[in-house]
């Protein structure tokens, strides 16, 4: 076989055994001409000449003076998969192993990597699942190998803002958790190197603050209305609806004579709630109407229910966690974390006029 001189000269490659999990099963005899290479599958074999494996888009070929002899599903050459219009050249000697349809080349006839540690083309993605809650995004390079470390820099821009540049995987996150509401845009690059294109990939998420509502004996207010009579234990200022119409301040009658003046603080949900404790203590019209227990609930990322104005005759509670007095208590506030708030007022006069409000809080996130 060493007497061959045509510059298609190919031999069997030997040492087969150190593809380890690869059985060779046939051996393909020498021939001249370009019919002499295999487009076979879980092989390995040898050419002397001018040979070249070009990697197309779908398909990768062995060829000879701009003649294709042989197609395989993909090619590796020095541990990395070649990007459409790449060439794998050798001086003189190539080697090629053959696995599954994908031919792996090497000049100086080292075994390449193979089995598990074989993962396909390289590849970048960003994981935006987790951003609602933690502010953070994920993201994932990958050569082909999963083994070899890739700079990738990550940037999210919105209403806040943050970059980092890392190796294979890692997190970015912003400042704040949870995100504001808004628009985000999160990109990730890899500026390509001598064996791997450049790669990138973009997202956007939008973010937005959703609640739900429920309760029993109350009524929900998007508006301050002096004249409102309507028959019920409580009522419900969704202050939030003034903020996101604009307003740093507003009024709100909680009765025909009583208001109170609330400013903007800058929280997820903010709520006004008047309670009347009881059904005959205050006759229709009366000043007091509603202003047994005044209290003002938001969230800004925890649970806060503070007492504008009451009594504590009476039994308010937030999550279980309860204030009961006899007598004037002055100022009261509770603190609770989790994404739900349920605040239950219990009359100790008329159980007719006992209300709950359950505020549920969920930050949804979607990609536009």
Sequence with gaps: MRGLTTLRDITIFAGLMAMAVVIITQLYPVREGPSEVPACSDCAFKLVGPYVVKQYDSYAAVESAGRQLARYGWAYYGGYPLAPGQNATCGGVMYLWVIDGVVYVSCDGSAPRFGQSIAGRPGLALDTSAFCRTGCVFVDASDGWGQIALPVTASIWGPR??????????????????????????????????????????????????????????????????????????????????????????????????????????????????????????????????????????????????RIRGWCYDEVSLNGTVVKASGHCGSVSLTWGGDTADVYFRSAVDGAMNARLTVKYERVCREG
């Design 161 to 306: 803002l943050a970059s980092k540049t890392a190796n294979t995987w890692f997190w970015v996150c912003i400042d704040v958790k949870p995100p504001p509401e808004g628009t985000y845009y999160v990109e990730a690059v890899f500026p390509g190197n001598s064996s791997l294109p450049r790669m990138e990939v973009r997202k956007t998420v939008i973010v937005k603050t959703e609640s739900a509502v429920s309760g029993s004996n109350y009524i929900l207010l998007q508006q301050s209305d002096p004249g409102d009579y309507r028959p019920t234990a409580l009522k419900v200022f969704n202050l939030t609806a003034y903020w996101n119409a604009g307003s740093t301040r507003a009024r709100i009658y909680v009765n025909p004579v009583s208001y109170f003046d609330v400013d903007n603080m800058g929280a997820l949900l903010d709520f006004l709630l008047a309670w009347e404790d009881c059904r005959s203590c205050d006759h229709r019209g009366s000043p007091y109407l509603y202003y047994d227990e005044v209290w003002r609930l938001w969230y800004d990322g925890r649970w806060h229910l503070e």
